[in-house]
């Protein structure tokens, strides 16, 4: 890679990738072109290709007909519907249920969309008093969610998943498991102290109480808990700090500062949706939940660029291991002791922005928090609630609730003492529920070769994966929207999960397991029931069940805590040093994908299309190393490099960051996985990297002392960050005096100091007057005089962190189809919504801003003048609408489109689900959407679809339609409320009211004219002036 330097930087000052900045702006050749010069047909004629198109058949589009086999309902009275009332079934009409999801040990909020009885869609409820949020209108609740949430409802109907009882890797039936299960019943009573249960970690209070049913039904049977992507080490600092486990709760709309210490507290943590949401509270101008005009400020030090440095006002590169000094240096300033003294923390750029930093940290008692990253070691979560509590930050930004397990040993722990019983044969029957240890235990461990020291193992898994493959039993595990379950969310809360189909296979769920095991009938209801009847609730069952928790049961907060003496904190050489070292002292650290999380969404073809937020890589993981680390070692994209950590070693494809920590290198988790599926890796086909092979239980979630060297192979990387650019068409047809003057409008920004001054507007008057050839009729508000709906949106970029929600949700909500990495590198990604991500700055320590874009609904649109046939028409509401029947494909209108969002299906991805076993897609796909076809061109309809159903409903109920009862699918799910959607005629909509404010600006009108109806909000920034006046970021007013 040749050297990247600020000479290189754009006229505009923004770029989209390292390879960009290094051809000074100029945009990736071919940009300027909407389609490919590859044909499809020789792509067709490819046999790779031929192959890969016939196995994405299974995970991608469906037939429009709905086929009722399989799709078995339970009977209605155990099931409470949470929109209608009475339970009558009106067809064609969707029914909501409150349900719930554990995921790695957190219960999520959930609400899912039922069509006849068959699950389409999944959403946050937003009634629900820890994870509410988003729209409640009547009894709908539509209320944010992330995208691995999103994407569950996929898992449900993937043609891979595991459908028949195997042992020994034959076929058996589940009345098989149970009559050898009832034959050993007594082998297992007697030799209780000989068997194991490893589970993935749950937070279910019935799986609590059947844990202690099951340890009397087999004396001295011992559990353990599994998770490789776990918040232990934070857990172990508070039991340091505290005594015993807490659970730390931030309240981060009352923070005018955080920090945030090597996490990403919006997408990683089990509370992310919550801390986005108040995060975006505090942040609003308009409506800040610090008081009028005030707005919190973000500081993030950390290795990895991630979602919260993203949207920090400031950042710094650090690598991991130096964060503890970094801690220890921050705790010192602010009591007045002695730093560590380590080398790096005298750099003039560190030194400073620690020094304004505790400033200003010191200056907010009481309303400034310090959060620690999952990865950091316990010693600097310990030195973190030092560090509140000094700053009375204890009661008012955080709280610490009492931990619902304080006794479970931690999961590494617990693994590492169980291996070591199945190597020492320790061990004579082991139950694995969920967990996949085979594949994500630690390398150093050697969890297969263990395994083959038990007598009988059994593993309960939704996928025959890697571990069942290496068991005697394997048992299909039912789909969380096919069984009972209670889960607690991140603030204790317990939450129902209803089941809203039969199992479609012969599964059980971990309840039915348990209750198996300790001889009882399985009955996930019965035992949910029973738990629910202990806790002598105030609400009755039905409303429980209905709402979709139990009020009251939130974990007590913790009283009488304080901060014991900590024990001196040794560092090692390379903490005492400087930024640079040489290779062999890099440093390695692990993050979980995403897309993949820790591997276990291989199979899910969503989530494996959805770009990465910031690298905007899909379809696999790599290793991201910083653009002077690459320079200094040698390393370019597109690539294979070697990767020692001790003596393992890996190769892995490389991905050059723009902002990763000088000489840190992050292996990103949940690739080569080798029993997934067909798309996420079955053996065959390689998909993605195994970056667990180098990963060991003594440098759990990271490694100093690792070597990086090029292996001269090549490897590409499906990546989107140059595609669809926006730029290219400008750059085509403006003149030069556009060049230089509009291209920085494309994205536009300010200060918070900035924005106090009342002439300051996003949007200037335009250059040249905009002129029509047609008389428009308009009030003295410059709105329509007649009452007709005018739909609009508006995004907010001050408070987007480009968590791709709405992506997800708006693939999950309107059958948007999958293509495959190979279509993906052809710029043939079908997503209606993007989020293009723009990049400032040093390419070592850049600044980042998020910009979704979707059909913006233009008023003049220049894809209807080009139509041949009238297939995209505007209607009297202003939608740009789409006839799929009519639409011939010329593709005119998408090169005609001055925003580059539409899409073409260049293949029919509906032709391979006549296969038996792909039928079961068809259940999945939203029948109020038409499933397109090849040929046809499609784009975002503002999810017209709501529109009418709001309509009619109002219309029924003789009514007006109230601002906010339609909600877009990426509306709903968005955890910032960054997107809004309305009525821009009604006065008194709030999307009205944001199109009118001073952040407002139409994009790109002025250079086309094109009136578009979703505005965009520029993003304000609260820089600390003691750190902007150094120069430690390159701010503008726009971009």
């Not at 389409?120 to 969610?145: C, L, M």
């Not at 009352?254 to 509370?271: K, M």
């Not at 969404?601 to 937020?613: I, K």
């Not at 949106?793 to 990495?821: F, H, R, Y």
Request: proline share 6%; with cysteine.
């Amino acid at each position: 890679m040749s050297s990247l330097n600020d000479t290189n930087q754009p006229g505009d000052g923004t770029w989209r990738s390292l390879d960009e900045l290094e051809r000074g702006g100029e945009l990736a050749p071919g940009a300027e072109h909407e389609f490919p010069e590859t044909s499809a047909d020789s792509q067709v004629a490819d046999p790779m290709s031929r192959r890969n198109f016939a196995k994405l058949m299974g995970a991608s589009m469906a037939l429009v007909g709905v086929a009722g086999a399989g799709c078995k309902r339970y009977e209605k009275e155990e099931i409470v519907p949470l929109a209608r009332r009475p339970e009558d079934e009106v067809p064609g009409v969707p029914r909501y249920y409150a349900t719930a999801w554990d995921f790695a040990g957190f219960g999520q909020a959930l609400v899912a969309t039922s069509f006849e009885g068959r699950p389409i869609k999944v959403d946050g409820n937003a009634a629900h008093p820890f994870a509410g949020g988003g729209t409640v209108i009547g009894t709908e609740r539509h209320g944010s969610s992330s995208p691995l949430a999103q994407a569950t409802i996929l898992e449900m109907y993937d043609p891979d998943r595991s459908r028949t009882v195997l042992k020994d890797g034959a076929g058996a039936t589940i009345e098989d498991f149970r009559a050898w299960l009832d034959g050993e019943r007594a082998n297992l009573r007697s030799r209780g102290g000989r068997v194991r249960i490893l589970s993935e970690a749950t937070s279910s209070p019935t799986v609590a109480r059947m844990r202690a049913e099951v340890a009397q039904s087999l004396p001295g049977a011992r559990w353990v808990d599994w998770e490789p992507v776990s918040f232990d080490n934070e857990r172990a600092g508070l039991r340091a700090a505290f005594g015993k486990p807490v659970r730390p709760l931030p309240h981060l709309d009352r923070a005018r500062t955080v920090v945030v210490l090597d996490g990403d507290i919006f997408v990683e943590h089990p509370a992310a949706l919550r801390m986005s949401r108040d995060w975006a509270r505090a942040r609003r101008l308009e409506r800040s939940s610090l008081g009028e005009g005030v707005m919190g400020r973000l500081y993030s030090i950390e290795s990895t660029f991630t979602s919260t440095g993203a949207v920090a006002d400031h950042r710094l590169p650090l690598r991991s291991e130096l964060i503890l000094p970094f801690a220890m240096a921050l705790e010192a300033k602010l009591s007045g002791g002695a730093g560590p003294g380590a080398e790096f923390l005298a750099e003039d750029k560190i030194a400073h922005f620690l020094d304004v930093m505790a400033e200003e940290l010191a200056g907010n008692r009481g309303r400034a928090i310090v959060i620690a990253g999952r990865r950091q070691p316990a010693a600097v979560h310990a030195l973190v609630a030092k560090i509140n509590f000094a700053l009375g930050a204890v009661g008012s930004t955080v709280e610490y609730l009492e931990d619902p397990e304080p006794q479970r040993p931690d999961h590494l722990e617990g693994l590492v003492r169980l291996t070591r019983e199945l190597h020492d044969k320790q061990v004579d029957y082991l139950f694995i529920l969920g967990a996949n240890p085979v594949y994500d235990a630690p390398a150093d461990l050697d969890f297969a070769g263990a395994l083959a020291n038990v007598q009988t193992s059994v593993h309960l898994s939704q996928w025959e994966d890697e571990t069942s493959k290496k068991t005697t039993w394997h048992v299909p595990r039912s789909h969380y929207l096919e069984a009972w379950n209670d889960v607690r969310t991140y603030d204790g809360t317990i939450t129902l999960a209803q089941p809203l189909i039969e199992p479609m296979y012969a599964s059980v769920s971990i309840l039915e397991m348990l209750q198996l095991l300790t001889g009882s009938e399985p009955d996930g209801f019965a035992a949910v029931k029973a738990t629910f009847d202990e806790l002598r609730p105030s609400v009755t069952w039905r409303a429980a069940l209905h709402d979709g928790f139990v009020p009251g049961t939130a974990l007590p907060v913790a009283t009488g805590i304080a901060v014991n003496q900590l024990p001196p904190m040794t560092l090692t050489d390379s903490q005492k040093g400087g930024t640079r070292v040489a290779n062999g002292n890099l440093e390695v650290v692990w993050a979980p994908s995403m897309q993949l999380w820790d591997g276990r969404f291989a199979n899910n073809v969503w989530l494996q299309e959805t770009p990465d937020f910031l690298t905007k890589v899909t379809w696999d993981n790599y290793a991201m190393v910083g653009p002077s680390t690459a320079k200094d070692l040698g390393l370019k994209n597109d690539s294979l490099i070697k990767v020692k950590v001790g003596d393992r070693e890996m190769e892995v494809a490389c991905y050059t960051m723009p902002g990763q920590a000088p000489y840190s290198v992050t292996l990103v988790l949940g690739g080569g996985r080798t029993s997934a599926g067909r798309h996420g890796g079955d053996g065959k086909d390689k998909r993605g990297f195994d970056t667990y092979q180098v990963r060991a239980s003594a440098a759990h979630d990271m490694a100093a002392g690792c070597t990086v060297t090029a292996t001269g192979k090549s490897f590409q990387l499906a990546s989107v960050q140059e595609h669809w650019d926006i730029r290219a068409p400008l750059k085509k047809d403006v003149a030069q005096w556009g060049i230089k003057n509009r291209l920085p409008m494309l994205v536009r920004e300010t200060t918070h100091d900035e924005i106090k001054d009342a002439k300051w507007r996003a949007e200037e008057d335009p250059a040249f007057p905009l002129v029509s050839l047609f008389k428009e009729k308009t009030g003295e508000d410059g709105y329509p005089e007649d009452k007709v709906h005018a739909w609009a949106m508006a995004i907010d970029l001050g408070t987007c962190t480009g968590c791709n929600a709405c992506m997800v949700a708006c693939q999950s909500e309107n059958n948007v189809p999958v293509v495959g990495k190979t279509n993906v590198m052809m710029k043939r990604e079908m997503h209606w919504i993007r989020i293009d991500r723009y990049f400032s700055g040093s390419p070592d320590d850049p600044e980042i801003v998020h910009q979704p874009i979707g059909c913006v609904h233009c008023e003049n649109a220049p894809c209807e003048q080009v139509c041949p046939v009238g297939a995209t028409l505007h209607t009297s509401e202003g939608l740009n609408d789409m006839i799929y029947n009519r639409c011939i494909g010329t593709r005119y209108c998408l090169n005609n489109c001055t925003y580059r969002v539409r899409r073409f299906n260049f293949f029919d991805y509906n032709k391979e689900y006549r296969e038996a076993r792909n039928k079961v897609r068809r259940l999945l796909f939203n029948p109020e959407v038409t499933v397109r076809h090849r040929g046809v061109m499609e784009k975002c309809t503002y999810c017209v679809q709501r529109i009418q159903n709001a309509k009619i409903n109002a219309k029924n109920e003789r009514r007006e339609l109230v601002d906010g009862e339609i909600v877009t699918a990426c509306q709903a799910a968005c955890p910032t409320e960054a997107i809004v959607f309305g009525d821009r005629n009604d006065p008194k909509s709030r999307v009205r009211r944001l199109h009118e404010d001073r952040r407002a600006y139409s994009l790109l009108n002025d250079e086309y004219n094109t009136k578009p109806r979703t505005r965009h909000l520029a993003r304000v920034r609260n820089p600390n002036p003691k750190l902007e006046s150094t120069g430690s970021h390159d701010h503008r007013g726009s971009h």
